[in-house]
């Protein structure tokens, strides 16, 4: 690791202020697509290929990583490396989903944030921004990622007294000296085999029997009209498709299909029979799901959520008992475990207000309290048994813990979400276990074969990561 690295908290108002364009995105219209548009404009400009593909010289038969949310550039991130290069060997190259930098995207985090800790993967890597990569306008990205595109020109200020002027008055923009080291630091990742183009923040590409479709979800989990008509293009044809975008489609045991300017949502167009989509995986929330959904045509498409890369870790167990698009607790997977991270939070806030006897809770004692509040089985072995008592009972309740969808509706409160949005800060993951997670992909002409490993911290993980979770996609 580097000497020094920023620990970044959301809970630091200047870290907030600086991170301030989504919100100004959707007080005062979101700009994104414009500057998207101008993105794509100016590198069709400069050669690079109109249908935005890919196409690269892979075997029927090959692998592939993912890997979502990573720069934070502190012990989490590091922490993945070692298991990350091990899981990684033999692959051809790896995808990162959604926010490469926190908090804003600077040039200037590039060198301790993606070129250090992954200059020893020797194959390429290609990359959807998220949202955090956008509050910078995607700039610093751009020069990483798309042939070191030159800064977009100034547009004309907004009409006076205007929405668009207000925002432009408090847009966080780059700092006029940033980027000054970023070509010294790609230096770290220069091989031959490591360098790859891709043609702008939105692409396909064609490796071996199947393609390989990320888009581009902005500031607000969207897309703009000009992306959307791509989509639906690009998505022609009968090869088998994965989608890696931004945003994902169902996640926290709800739906969130990603509307299209112009009308429909990127779901209609991954579920459509005539495009052939096997997989769909979003980052942007910080742990591991997986929704085996069942379409009419009677084809199971899966789902994925893989944006423990290296940020901190968004809780699972205030995640709901599942039951959408068909997909119940018998079907659905997650990563940590909804009793690992109810446990884990109960000691981070039992040290932070110093309670430590009345809330830190058992993995056990979590576990039961889970299964109890959701009306599952023990997600784990039973181990001795536990008594589940009115102070573990308060302490899920405080802490956010799902509940049977029955019991929500009656619940007025939106426990849950008042949970997410305030107790889930950066520095939850400083100290080992971090639960992050990546995905490696073997595919053949048959099937894929989809691996979740994980990374603690712990030296055992680093020398041999663990399979949290396997599925095996067929093609045909």
Known sequence: ????????????????????????????????????????????????????????????????????????????????????????????????????????????????????????????????????????????????????????????????FSRARLRALLWHRRRAHDGLRLREAGELRSAAGQRAVQPGPYWAIDAGPVRIIGIDTGLLGTLDAEQGAWLREVSRGP???????????????????????????????????????????????????????????????QYVVSGGGGAFMHATHTIPRVSVAGVTERDFRCYPLRGDSLAFYSRLYGRRLRLRRFFALTEAEAQAVVAERLGIPPTRAPGPQVRVTRRIRLLAGLLGTGSRPERRRRLRLPVRKIYTQLFSPSSATYSPPFFKSFLRLDVTPESVRLRCFAATGNRAQELNPPVEDEVVIPLG
């Open 1 to 160: 690791m580097p000497d020094r690295t920023q620990k970044i908290s959301w809970l630091d108002p200047r870290m907030l202020w600086a991170a301030r364009n989504g919100v100004l995105a959707s007080w005062f219209g979101d700009p994104t697509g414009r500057t998207r548009s101008r993105l794509v404009a100016q590198q069709a400009a400069a050669g690079a290929p109109a249908d935005k593909v890919i196409r690269r010289a892979d075997p029927d038969s090959f692998s592939f990583m993912v890997i979502g949310d990573t720069g934070e550039g502190d012990d989490p991130q590091y922490a993945v490396v070692p298991g990350f290069l091990r899981a990684s060997q033999g692959t051809s190259f790896a995808v990162l989903a959604s926010d490469v930098i926190y908090p804003v995207g600077s040039a200037d985090d590039y060198g301790t944030k993606f070129f250090r800790p992954y200059r020893d993967y020797p194959a390429p890597f290609y990359a959807i921004p998220g949202n955090h990569d956008w509050y910078e306008d995607l700039g610093a990205f751009m020069r990483v990622f798309c042939a070191d595109a030159p800064p977009l020109p100034t547009e004309p200020a907004p009409r006076l």
């Open 239 to 301: 090869r088998p498709k994965i989608l890696v975008t931004g945003s994902p489609l169902y996640v926290d045991g709800e739906h969130h299909p990603c509307p299209v300017e112009g009308g429909g949502t990127v779901d209609d167009i991954v579920t459509a029979p005539e495009h052939h989509y096997v997989a769909a995986i979003g980052g942007d929330i910080h742990n591991y799901q997986r929704y085996p959904v069942r379409l009419a045509d009677g084809r199971t498409l």
